[in-house]
């Protein structure tokens, strides 16, 4: 096997704690076989794109209440959103573009037809959102979404939509696809994605963004020497100005903290520490082989990328908060004795 599909099989198959690997580092798609494997040097390709700062893409599954997205009433409900309730044009698998109300009320009827019932306790569809910054092309997202959908949902249909709101509440202003696709193929094989399925989802969005000159990048945190961060749920659930009971009991905890003068602790940190030496290790495992090969540049690129993520720091975001609260009270309290201090004062 060759240097580029080593890579690419270790990019893709890297086992960390949060993420089971699967039994075989090829590309699948909830459990099954990709139609379209991806391009040979995906893995190097996306290692250089991180080492350079590339951004990184993003593909992720938004949680939804239960009650509205079962059944065709979830199908109806995700609809409605992603076309802005009939004022956006969405894309469906052939190509065709559907407008207004009308068009989409005849897709949900045909939907139907294939077997949806109004009422389930399964979803029968699923939104996915791929996304980029917001200086990204909207044009060159959405080429790519379509591109990406066509090979990772081929046998599935779907439609899609292209969001570039930055005037509506919480909606971010950047370039992002929602994609809404039918959790059953036309064999009736349901797909179940897992957070694996979600990183090949992220390497493939990558190279067709690639194909549509946006640099960009598809690698994990870890393979970047940044440490997990807080759950995207609950931060989404911030940024709307909900304080739930996670929230509070961390707030909690960080308070004991301040008080007892004791930095919390990083739960997983040798663990932390064994998968970036692991990583590390890699990264001087592969440099060296590109420099045996005549690859000089990719060699140092990696390299630096090695020493970067050895060099970072290992705080969780804790830490962090907990390090910057106790700096601006030491800084505080330096003011106020310099204060009491000074006689003109």
């Known amino acids: 096997m060759s240097l580029q599909s080593n890579i690419d099989d270790w990019l893709l198959g890297y086992k960390t ?17 990709s139609k379209y494997p991806l391009k040979p040097g995906c893995g190097l390709a996306n290692l ?51 407008r207004g109300k009308k068009d989409i009320n005849g897709l949900t009827k045909h939907w139907k037809k294939l077997g949806i019932p109004e009422a389930s306790k399964y979803r029968e569809a699923i939104n996915v959102v791929l996304s980029m910054p917001a200086h990204t092309p909207p044009d060159a997202v959405n080429n790519a979404a379509r591109k990406f959908a ?63 000159g946006v640099a960009c990048a598809a690698t994990r945190r870890q393979h970047r020497g940044i440490t997990p961060h807080e759950n995207s749920v609950l931060k989404a659930m911030q940024r709307r100005g909900f304080v739930g009971e996670v929230h509070k009991r961390q707030a909690k905890e960080l308070i004991e903290a301040l008080v007892q003068n004791e930095r919390p602790k990083h739960l997983f940190l040798k663990e932390a520490m064994q998968t970036r030496g692991i990583i590390v290790s890699e990264y001087g495992l592969i440099a060296k082989e590109l420099y045996k090969l005549g690859h000089k540049t990719e060699a140092k ?21 907990f390090d910057s609260t106790t700096q601006d009270l030491r800084k505080s309290q330096n003011l106020d004795q310099h204060r009491a201090n000074d006689p003109t004062r």
Not at 18 to 32: C, T
Not at 73 to 83: D, E, F, P, T
Request: proline share 4%.
């Open 17 to 33: 704690r949060a993420v089971k690997g699967k039994s075989s580092a090829s590309l699948s798609f909830g459990n099954r076989q």
């Open 48 to 98: 250089r794109a991180a080492a350079l700062k590339q951004p990184e893409v993003m593909v992720k599954i938004p949680r939804r209440k239960s009650g509205n997205s079962t059944g065709l009433k979830g199908v109806r409900n995700h609809l409605s959103y992603i076309s802005r309730n009939g004022e956006l044009e969405i894309e469906n698998q052939d190509g065709e573009i559907l």
């Open 150 to 212: 066509q090979e990772q949902f081929a046998g599935h249909q779907y439609v899609f939509a292209l969001h570039t709101d930055r005037d509506r509440p919480n909606e971010p202003a950047h370039p992002h696809v929602h994609l809404c696709v039918l959790m059953r193929d036309e064999y009736g094989h349901r797909i179940n994605p897992r957070k694996n399925d979600l990183f090949e989802w992220r390497v493939r969005f990558a190279e067709k963004l690639r194909e549509e």
């Open 301 to 321: 690129i990696v390299g630096k990328l090695a020493k970067e993520v050895d060099q970072a720091n290992f705080s969780t975001k804790a830490q962090q908060i």
